[in-house]
Protein backbone atom coordinates (compact mmCIF):
# COMPACT_ATOMS: atom_id res chain seq x y z
CA UNK A 1 0.00 0.00 0.00
CA UNK A 2 1.37 2.80 -0.81
CA UNK A 3 1.88 5.87 1.32
CA UNK A 4 -1.00 8.69 1.72
CA UNK A 5 1.33 11.61 1.23
CA UNK A 6 3.29 9.84 -1.99
CA UNK A 7 -0.71 9.41 -3.22
CA UNK A 8 -0.97 12.62 -3.07
CA UNK A 9 2.38 14.02 -4.67
CA UNK A 10 1.77 11.43 -7.58
CA UNK A 11 -1.38 13.19 -8.76
CA UNK A 12 0.46 16.43 -10.23
CA UNK A 13 3.04 14.39 -12.02
CA UNK A 14 2.63 14.94 -15.83
CA UNK A 15 6.14 13.24 -17.06
CA UNK A 16 7.78 10.03 -15.43
CA UNK A 17 11.29 8.68 -16.35
CA UNK A 18 11.19 5.03 -14.93
CA UNK A 19 15.16 2.98 -14.54
CA UNK A 20 14.61 -1.09 -14.21
CA UNK A 21 16.98 -3.46 -13.51
CA UNK A 22 16.71 -7.56 -13.22
CA UNK A 23 14.66 -7.72 -10.48
CA UNK A 24 11.31 -6.69 -13.03
CA UNK A 25 11.78 -10.00 -14.73
CA UNK A 26 12.74 -11.75 -11.48
CA UNK A 27 8.72 -12.57 -11.62
CA UNK A 28 8.74 -13.34 -14.81
CA UNK A 29 10.65 -15.94 -13.71
CA UNK A 30 14.51 -14.48 -15.33
CA UNK A 31 16.89 -15.04 -12.60
CA UNK A 32 18.60 -12.02 -11.47
CA UNK A 33 22.29 -11.19 -10.76
CA UNK A 34 22.61 -9.44 -7.86
CA UNK A 35 20.69 -9.40 -4.74
CA UNK A 36 18.46 -12.36 -3.14
CA UNK A 37 18.52 -15.40 -5.00
CA UNK A 38 20.90 -14.19 -7.81
CA UNK A 39 23.41 -15.65 -9.69
CA UNK A 40 25.86 -14.08 -7.21
CA UNK A 41 24.24 -15.57 -4.47
CA UNK A 42 27.06 -18.50 -5.77
CA UNK A 43 30.25 -16.62 -6.17
CA UNK A 44 31.69 -19.36 -8.60
CA UNK A 45 28.92 -19.36 -10.41
CA UNK A 46 28.78 -15.69 -11.07
CA UNK A 47 32.09 -15.39 -12.01
CA UNK A 48 31.65 -18.26 -14.65
CA UNK A 49 28.98 -16.11 -16.31
CA UNK A 50 30.63 -12.91 -15.96
CA UNK A 51 33.31 -14.72 -17.44
CA UNK A 52 31.52 -16.23 -20.24
CA UNK A 53 29.77 -12.87 -20.73
CA UNK A 54 32.59 -10.83 -21.66
CA UNK A 55 33.88 -8.98 -24.48
CA UNK A 56 37.37 -10.47 -24.30
CA UNK A 57 35.74 -13.91 -24.12
CA UNK A 58 33.81 -13.33 -26.63
CA UNK A 59 36.77 -12.44 -29.24
CA UNK A 60 38.85 -15.44 -27.58
CA UNK A 61 36.29 -17.96 -27.27
CA UNK A 62 32.68 -16.82 -29.30
CA UNK A 63 31.26 -20.46 -28.28
CA UNK A 64 31.67 -20.24 -24.61
CA UNK A 65 29.77 -16.87 -24.52
CA UNK A 66 27.37 -18.04 -26.96
CA UNK A 67 26.56 -21.45 -24.99
CA UNK A 68 25.54 -18.59 -21.92
CA UNK A 69 24.02 -16.13 -24.33
CA UNK A 70 21.64 -19.21 -25.88
CA UNK A 71 20.16 -20.19 -22.26
CA UNK A 72 19.61 -16.30 -21.56
CA UNK A 73 17.59 -15.88 -25.02
CA UNK A 74 15.59 -19.02 -24.79
CA UNK A 75 14.51 -18.11 -21.29
CA UNK A 76 13.85 -14.39 -22.66
CA UNK A 77 11.17 -16.15 -25.65
CA UNK A 78 9.59 -18.34 -23.00
CA UNK A 79 9.26 -15.45 -20.22
CA UNK A 80 5.89 -13.41 -20.10
CA UNK A 81 5.62 -9.91 -19.10
CA UNK A 82 4.43 -9.47 -15.53
CA UNK A 83 2.20 -6.87 -13.07
CA UNK A 84 5.54 -4.64 -13.42
CA UNK A 85 6.16 -4.34 -16.84
CA UNK A 86 2.15 -3.83 -17.74
CA UNK A 87 1.95 -1.15 -15.17
CA UNK A 88 5.12 0.92 -16.87
CA UNK A 89 3.30 0.41 -20.66
CA UNK A 90 0.22 1.80 -19.28
CA UNK A 91 1.27 4.84 -17.53
CA UNK A 92 3.30 5.53 -20.61
CA UNK A 93 -0.39 5.30 -22.32
CA UNK A 94 -1.27 8.09 -19.87
CA UNK A 95 1.17 10.55 -19.63
CA UNK A 96 2.12 12.75 -22.01
CA UNK A 97 5.93 12.00 -21.85
CA UNK A 98 7.16 9.08 -20.02
CA UNK A 99 10.81 7.49 -21.11
CA UNK A 100 11.95 3.95 -19.95
CA UNK A 101 15.81 2.80 -19.20
CA UNK A 102 16.14 -0.46 -18.64
CA UNK A 103 19.50 -2.42 -18.19
CA UNK A 104 17.30 -5.90 -19.11
CA UNK A 105 18.23 -7.38 -22.19
CA UNK A 106 15.34 -9.49 -22.66
CA UNK A 107 12.78 -7.40 -24.47
CA UNK A 108 9.95 -7.90 -21.90
CA UNK A 109 9.24 -4.20 -21.47
CA UNK A 110 7.91 -3.59 -25.23
CA UNK A 111 6.52 -7.51 -25.07
CA UNK A 112 4.28 -5.76 -22.36
CA UNK A 113 3.53 -2.45 -24.98
CA UNK A 114 6.42 -0.01 -23.75
CA UNK A 115 7.35 2.17 -26.66
CA UNK A 116 10.07 4.45 -25.62
CA UNK A 117 12.25 2.51 -24.34
CA UNK A 118 16.38 2.32 -23.93
CA UNK A 119 17.38 -0.57 -23.71
CA UNK A 120 20.99 0.78 -22.62
CA UNK A 121 22.76 -3.06 -22.73
CA UNK A 122 20.89 -3.87 -25.89
CA UNK A 123 18.65 -6.91 -26.29
CA UNK A 124 19.82 -10.58 -26.17
CA UNK A 125 17.99 -11.75 -29.18
CA UNK A 126 19.60 -8.97 -31.55
CA UNK A 127 22.91 -10.16 -33.82
CA UNK A 128 25.50 -8.00 -35.32
CA UNK A 129 28.40 -9.69 -37.45
CA UNK A 130 32.00 -9.13 -35.96
CA UNK A 131 32.83 -9.06 -39.99
CA UNK A 132 30.89 -7.01 -42.08
CA UNK A 133 28.76 -5.27 -39.28
CA UNK A 134 25.53 -6.76 -40.90
CA UNK A 135 22.86 -7.09 -38.24
CA UNK A 136 20.06 -9.32 -37.50
CA UNK A 137 17.65 -11.33 -35.20
CA UNK A 138 17.86 -14.69 -33.93
CA UNK A 139 14.48 -16.62 -34.54
CA UNK A 140 12.94 -18.70 -32.47
CA UNK A 141 13.64 -22.03 -34.57
CA UNK A 142 17.22 -20.85 -34.56
CA UNK A 143 17.49 -20.37 -30.82
CA UNK A 144 15.84 -24.15 -29.84
CA UNK A 145 19.56 -26.22 -31.43
CA UNK A 146 21.42 -22.55 -30.86
CA UNK A 147 24.78 -23.86 -28.64
CA UNK A 148 27.74 -21.83 -30.06
CA UNK A 149 28.29 -18.98 -32.48
CA UNK A 150 26.46 -18.80 -35.50
CA UNK A 151 27.69 -17.32 -38.73
CA UNK A 152 26.43 -14.77 -40.50
CA UNK A 153 24.62 -14.95 -43.58
CA UNK A 154 25.98 -12.48 -45.23
CA UNK A 155 29.74 -12.77 -45.18
CA UNK A 156 30.20 -16.31 -43.32
CA UNK A 157 31.78 -14.37 -40.19
CA UNK A 158 31.15 -14.93 -36.88
CA UNK A 159 27.67 -13.06 -35.19
CA UNK A 160 28.10 -11.70 -31.88
CA UNK A 161 24.95 -10.64 -29.66
CA UNK A 162 24.36 -7.24 -30.20
CA UNK A 163 24.27 -6.80 -26.57
CA UNK A 164 26.54 -4.79 -24.19
CA UNK A 165 29.04 -7.48 -23.11
CA UNK A 166 30.95 -7.00 -19.46
CA UNK A 167 34.12 -4.65 -20.18
CA UNK A 168 32.83 -3.16 -23.27
CA UNK A 169 31.55 0.36 -23.30
CA UNK A 170 27.98 1.79 -24.07
CA UNK A 171 26.37 2.78 -27.26
CA UNK A 172 26.76 6.06 -27.54
CA UNK A 173 23.54 7.19 -29.59
CA UNK A 174 21.87 5.39 -26.16
CA UNK A 175 23.79 7.41 -24.06
CA UNK A 176 22.85 10.48 -25.68
CA UNK A 177 19.20 9.64 -25.18
CA UNK A 178 19.43 8.71 -21.90
CA UNK A 179 21.19 12.28 -21.33
CA UNK A 180 18.52 14.09 -22.87
CA UNK A 181 15.30 12.51 -21.46
CA UNK A 182 17.28 12.00 -17.91
CA UNK A 183 19.96 15.31 -17.33
CA UNK A 184 18.25 17.91 -19.87
CA UNK A 185 14.83 18.03 -18.67
CA UNK A 186 14.29 15.61 -15.57
CA UNK A 187 10.64 14.19 -15.61
CA UNK A 188 8.61 15.24 -12.98
CA UNK A 189 9.11 11.88 -11.27
CA UNK A 190 11.65 9.13 -11.33
CA UNK A 191 11.28 5.56 -10.61
CA UNK A 192 13.75 3.36 -10.09
CA UNK A 193 12.91 -0.76 -9.86
CA UNK A 194 14.45 -4.26 -9.45
CA UNK A 195 17.82 -3.33 -9.90
CA UNK A 196 20.53 -2.84 -7.10
CA UNK A 197 21.68 0.04 -8.67
CA UNK A 198 25.56 -0.77 -8.76
CA UNK A 199 26.28 0.56 -12.21
CA UNK A 200 26.72 4.93 -11.56
CA UNK A 201 24.86 5.37 -14.86
CA UNK A 202 21.76 3.82 -13.30
CA UNK A 203 22.02 5.18 -10.04
CA UNK A 204 22.89 8.57 -11.24
CA UNK A 205 19.71 9.62 -13.26
CA UNK A 206 17.50 9.58 -9.70
CA UNK A 207 19.91 11.10 -7.57
CA UNK A 208 19.98 13.75 -10.25
CA UNK A 209 16.33 13.93 -9.95
CA UNK A 210 16.17 14.00 -6.47
CA UNK A 211 18.77 16.90 -6.47
CA UNK A 212 17.16 19.03 -8.63
CA UNK A 213 13.85 18.59 -6.77
CA UNK A 214 11.68 16.25 -8.53
CA UNK A 215 9.62 13.15 -6.75
CA UNK A 216 11.61 10.00 -6.74
CA UNK A 217 11.00 6.91 -5.50
CA UNK A 218 12.63 3.49 -5.53
CA UNK A 219 10.83 0.00 -5.52
CA UNK A 220 12.90 -3.03 -4.31
CA UNK A 221 13.02 -5.68 -2.00
CA UNK A 222 16.45 -5.17 -0.12
CA UNK A 223 18.16 -1.48 0.37
CA UNK A 224 20.52 -0.39 -2.05
CA UNK A 225 23.03 2.17 -3.16
CA UNK A 226 20.18 5.26 -3.89
CA UNK A 227 18.06 4.42 -0.90
CA UNK A 228 18.94 6.90 1.15
CA UNK A 229 18.87 9.42 -1.97
CA UNK A 230 15.24 9.19 -3.21
CA UNK A 231 12.37 10.89 -1.78
CA UNK A 232 10.75 7.63 -1.27
CA UNK A 233 12.43 3.80 -1.03
CA UNK A 234 9.41 1.44 -0.91
CA UNK A 235 10.09 -2.25 0.13
CA UNK A 236 8.33 -4.65 -2.12
CA UNK A 237 8.27 -6.16 -5.65
CA UNK A 238 7.62 -4.20 -8.87
CA UNK A 239 4.68 -6.71 -9.80
CA UNK A 240 3.26 -5.80 -6.24
CA UNK A 241 3.98 -1.88 -6.24
CA UNK A 242 4.32 -0.48 -9.59
CA UNK A 243 0.87 -1.27 -10.49
CA UNK A 244 -0.29 0.40 -7.39
CA UNK A 245 1.74 3.59 -8.78
CA UNK A 246 0.26 3.27 -12.03
CA UNK A 247 -3.19 3.32 -10.48
CA UNK A 248 -2.71 6.45 -9.03
CA UNK A 249 -0.99 8.06 -12.58
CA UNK A 250 -3.91 6.87 -14.27
CA UNK A 251 -6.81 7.68 -12.47
Same mark, same amino acid.
Given at each position: ?5 ? @? ?10 ? =? ?6 ? %? ?5 ? +?? $? ?48 ? %? ?9 ? @? ?16 ? +??? =? #? ?16 ? +? ?23 ? #?? /? ?8 ? $? ?41 ? =? ?25 ? %???? /????
Amino acid at each position: MLPDDL @REALRGVRTMGA =ITGAGVSA %ESGIQTY +RG $KGGLYDDPAEGDRTVDALSGPTLRRDPDRTWHVVAELARRSVAARPNPGH %EALARIEDALP @RFVLLTQNVDGLHRAAGS +RNV =I #DIHGDVLDTRCMTCDATG +RLTPAALRELDAAPACESCGGTLRP #DA /VLFGEMLPPA $KVARMQAAFYDDPPDLVVIAGTTAVFPYIAEPVVWAAQNGRLT =IEVNPEPTFVSEAVGWSLRGTAGGLLP %EIAD /VLTS
